[in-house]
T-cell receptor, first 110, second 113 residues
Framework: EDKVVQSPLSLVVHEGDTVTLNCSYEVTNFRSLLWYKQEKKAPTFLFMLTSSGIEKKSGRLSSILDKKELFSILNITATQTGDSAIYLCAVVSNNNDMRFGAGTRLTVKP | DVKVTQSSRYLVKRTGEKVFLECVQDMDHENMFWYRQDPGLGLRLIYFSYDVKMKEKGDIPEGYSVSREKKERFSLILESASTNQTSMYLC????????????FGDGTRLSIL
């Protein structure tokens, strides 16, 4: 059965710290991996990754995919309290099934 | 910007009631989805629709049904609400299959008493 596992489930850091969130997957016929950020309301799209080794970057956030080892990481540098959220990883297969991980709850303390 | 609007932010219903959750999107997206989100379980797909009047079961369709009479609207129906359906319900829409991220509504926190 396809599965997406995120770790850690929860993380507490202080402002200015750098964090790395992990997403590993076992999916038949992988197509793409997506990261979302969910604050109090709707998850918002961050990145979509389809190729290994190509880093996607947006400000202090970056992400990379390793299709050989079947995982992706999301890095956040110089964290701010506004980065506090649940970060969701989702994997899409070639038959267009999308499967979400349980999410990582990040808390950034001042 | 894509706007996905869910009709209620919070809803409280009683066991056995028939419950309707409404979702409307304004970007002419073909695909629409209903998920429930529970702590430690992430988002689980209940139903999705890839066209008007078309629907497909997701991972946890039991106890739910859906309706898509118009392209912009996708309704989730709890036929006879039970306490284990207390959850956060998220609606999403996207362009047709492929490398298309989903756009989510703000969610409906449903409590069944």
């Amino acid at each position: 059965e396809d599965k997406v596992v995120q770790s850690p489930l929860s993380l507490v850091v202080h402002e200015g710290d750098t964090v790395t969130l992990n997403c590993s997957y076992e999916v038949t016929n992988f197509r793409s991996l997506l990261w979302y950020k969910q604050e109090k309301k709707a998850p918002t799209f961050l990145f979509m990754l389809t190729s290994s080794g190509i880093e996607k970057k947006s400000g202090r956030l970056s992400s990379i995919l390793d299709k050989k080892e079947l995982f992706s990481i999301l890095n956040i540098t110089a964290t701010q309290t506004g980065d506090s959220a649940i970060y969701l990883c989702a994997v899409v297969s070639n038959n267009n099934d999308m499967r979400f991980g349980a999410g990582t709850r990040l808390t950034v303390k001042p | 910007d894509v706007k996905v609007t869910q009709s209620s932010r919070y809803l409280v219903k009683r066991t056995g009631e028939k419950v309707f959750l409404e979702c409307v999107q304004d970007m002419d997206h073909e695909n629409m989805f209903w998920y429930r989100q529970d702590p430690g379980l992430g988002l689980r797909l209940i139903y999705f629709s890839y066209d008007v009047k078309m629907k497909e079961k997701g991972d946890i369709p039991e106890g739910y049904s859906v309706s898509r009479e118009k392209k912009e609207r996708f309704s989730l129906i709890l036929e006879s609400a039970s306490t284990n359906q207390t959850s956060m319900y998220l609606c999403a829409s996207s362009l047709p299959w492929g490398h298309q991220p989903q756009h989510f509504g703000d969610g409906t926190r449903l409590s069944i008493l």
